[in-house]
């Protein structure tokens, strides 16, 4: 197999900072507000995101790939939930601080939240998350990151194939088969190496063309890949996949090399993205291809957090789990530079491409590229889900119906279909709320039911 990149076919005030604690504490953060007498209690995140959802096969997978019991991987679904919420309203409230979060432990039970000023300690206490101070911000490390990518632009990162923000370490790393290239980069791109850390590695990403979301696909009756996730745009029907899979205008028959549609939009390199519409004899369902055939439900596109389990399905090796590794990661296959990816620990193989990555029961995003295989292990990357949607116009089928058919509440700025960003704000019911969290909205999903992913301003 050969060794290259593959996509797989300011600050914040110290008062207010506290005041917003005090509130979150005191659970006033969410849908209730003065003048406004909370309907019963509100939901978790755990209860909007259904990660009861989380079906056999899914939780099959991660006992195998992350040495989990039932019960712990029950309890990581809902635990990882709950973080991702409070990890995005702390975001908010520290502002400018704020310098990334991330899950541990087995059962995802631990919430780091970095900042750095020392003053936003009890406030990320008070929340029940772990603090620590570091010297840079998200917002400086991701501006270095754009650095990169921008010199990227304008030379060859063959050997210095992947780079991203890491939280963890709160810098910026390259990973390199040859330093010299990863300096090279950083160099031209005047990234400071306090903000950044050289890494080796021995494989390049490559494209996982010839090898059901997680369905095979064949591509001009020649190469396979497979299907992201199910979607519709109007009263077309189809699927999202990866974009290095086809270009636009190649047609694709079904697993069962019956004619099954045509790519309606490609971008590759760049990004890694596409969506073929389908012909009226297939039917998109809000589900993903899990163990042994059975079901996968999906109910929404929430992003998960660093740390978060994750899960894959293809048509080469079917199920497969791991952890998100890195948000906001750049990686150089033969093709060209792609980014932002996700990078994650599950493994894939060629054939694998553009099929689904999901987490519980929340869409992530469509399988890119990666390295090694699952036999030896390896790493993968995906291209984000949201950003598909959002770029094609396209809405997820999900369980609770396709979400495209509420136009909103009369008078308000939010709208089922609508795929939002932290920090986009909204209004509903005569209230304004800021998006913690990125997701496509649906029906239900009103920002008064969904306290994980909307507080109200």
């Known amino acids: 197999m050969p060794h290259r990149p593959r996509p797989r076919h300011h600050r914040a005030v110290g008062a207010a900072v506290a005041a917003t604690a005090a509130l979150l ?3 006033l953060s969410g849908s209730a507000s003065a003048g406004t007498a909370p309907v019963g209690p509100a939901p978790t995140a755990a209860e909007s995101l259904r990660t009861d959802a989380a079906p056999p096969a899914l939780l099959k997978a991660m006992r195998r790939d992350l040495g989990l019991d039932r019960g712990q991987a029950e309890r990581r679904l809902g635990n990882e939930a709950e973080a991702g919420a409070t990890a995005a309203r702390l975001r908010l409230a520290l502002g400018g601080d704020f310098a990334g979060a991330w899950v541990s432990g087995a059962e995802s039970g631990t919430l780091t939240v970095a900042t750095t000023d020392a003053g936003d300690v009890p406030a990320i206490e008070a929340r029940g998350a772990e603090a620590k101070v570091v010297r840079h911000s998200l917002a400086d490390l991701d501006a270095a990151k754009a650095r990169l990518d921008r010199a990227a632009t304008r030379r060859d990162t063959a050997d210095a194939p992947v780079w991203y923000v890491d939280t963890r370490t709160n810098t910026v790393v390259v990973e390199a088969i040859r330093p010299a290239a990863a300096r090279s980069l950083l160099a031209a791109a005047g990234v400071d190496r ?12 490559r ?3 010839d090898l059901r979301g997680g369905e095979a696909y064949y591509i001009n009756n020649s190469s396979r890949c497979s299907i992201g996730f199910p979607v519709t745009k109007g009263t077309r029907q189809g699927f999202a996949t990866a974009g290095h899979c086809g270009r636009a205008g190649a047609g694709t028959t079904g697993a069962n090399r019956v004619a099954q549609g045509t790519f309606q939009g490609s971008i590759f390199p760049g990004r890694d993205m596409a969506w073929v519409a389908t012909d009226s004899s297939w039917t998109a369902t809000p589900y993903v291809l899990g163990s042994g055939g059975q079901n996968v439900q999906v109910t929404g596109s929430t992003a998960a ?16 789990c791991g952890t998100v590794a890195q948000l906001n990661t750049s990686v150089t296959y ?13 493994c894939a ?11 519980g029961s929340q ?3 469509v399988t890119s590229g990666g390295s090694g295989d699952c036999r030896s292990g390896g790493e993968t990357f995906f291209q984000p889900i949201n ?31 609508t795929v939002y960003q932290p920090g986009d704000t909204v209004t509903y019911g005569g209230a304004t709320y800021r998006c913690l969290q990125g997701h496509q909205a649906y029906a239900g999903w009103e920002p008064p039911n969904v306290p994980a992913l909307w507080q109200r301003m």
């Open 25 to 27: 504490v005191a659970g």
């Open 194 to 205: 306090s903000l950044a850390r050289v890494e080796s590695r021995t494989e390049r990403p």
């Open 207 to 209: 494209t996982f063309y």
């Open 305 to 320: 957090p660093v740390g978060a389990s994750v899960c894959r399905s293809g048509s080469t090796t079917g199920w497969h």
């Open 334 to 346: 033969q093709e060209g530079t792609i980014s932002p990816v996700t990078r994650t620990t599950v």
């Open 349 to 359: 193989e060629p054939g694998d491409s553009g099929g689904s990555f999901i987490s």
């Open 363 to 365: 869409a992530q995003g």
């Open 387 to 417: 950003a598909l949607l959002q770029n094609y116009g396209l809405t997820l089928r999900t369980t609770g119906g396709d979400g495209g058919e509420d136009p909103g509440e009369p008078g308000g700025t939010w709208a089922a279909g």
